[in-house]
């Protein structure tokens, strides 16, 4: 079966650094355009970042432009975030998720797999 497994979460200051990473088995991942998003508590789930699947194209959401960066390795089935000059407001759960499309999906729905979430924590 699919299974998504997000790493790389933890504590960490403001204006600091955390690189997630994501492993994907038991679907051809280099079909499938991959995804993170983030909850907070008591807040919906929230777009990251995306990157599609054929020409690696990516987008970010404006919360994170110029900090996070999402990349893949289709060799290795992996998916990261590189999260640069972080904030207390990243603080959250992060989520890998996967979807077969050749867009660049941005809502929660249009992914059909997800990973169990990773802890990112900045404090000030």
């Known amino acids: 079966q699919v299974q998504l497994v997000e790493s790389g979460g933890g504590l960490v200051q403001a204006g600091g650094s955390l690189r997630l990473s994501c492993a994907a088995s038991g679907l051809t991942f280099s079909r499938y355009t991959m995804g993170w998003f983030r909850q907070a508590p008591g807040k919906e789930r929230e777009f990251v970042a995306a990157i599609r699947w054929s020409s690696g194209s990516t987008y970010h959401a404006d919360s994170v432009k110029g900090r996070f960066t999402i990349s893949r390795d289709n060799a290795k089935n992996t998916v990261d975030l590189q999260m640069n000059s972080l904030k207390p407001e990243d603080t959250a759960v992060y989520y890998c998720?996967?979807?077969?499309?050749?867009?660049?999906?941005?809502?929660?729905?249009?992914?059909?797999?997800w990973g169990q979430g990773t802890q990112v924590t900045v404090s000030s």
């Open positions: 998720a996967a979807s077969f499309t050749l867009r660049i999906p941005i809502t929660a729905r249009e992914y059909t797999y």
